[in-house]
Structures are given as structure tokens and as C-alpha cells.
């Protein structure tokens, strides 16, 4: 827990980055490159419509 105030406030900044590195985290060693960048492109989409 180290630079948390809280348990809360830890709990709630692995739950938000659970979920963005899901969308982020691709194993890119399991697809080849031209799907590879099809879901790059399509994870960067999805992020603008989240945080625009």
C-alpha cells in the first residue's frame, strides 16, 4: 500500500487500472501485426469516447 492514504483509495486505483490495462494490455506475441494494430487502433478509439 505504499504512497495510499487508505485501503479505499488503493482499492479504487487497481479497480481503474484493472480495467485500463485490460483494454491497453494485448498479448502482442498471439496475433499478427496487421490485427495487432486493428486493436491498438480500435483500444485508443474506445479510450477517446471514455475520457472525451
Known amino acids: 500500500m505504499r504512497k495510499f492514504k487508505s485501503v ?7 479497480g481503474t ?8 494490455n494485448i498479448g502482442r506475441h498471439l496475433v499478427g501485426a496487421e490485427h495487432y ?3 491498438r487502433g480500435s483500444a485508443f478509439a474506445e479510450w477517446n469516447r471514455v475520457v472525451a
Open 37 to 39: 494494430r486493428d486493436l
Open 8 to 14: 479505499r483509495q488503493a482499492e479504487r486505483f487497481l
Open 17 to 24: 487500472h484493472a480495467a485500463v490495462s485490460n483494454l491497453f
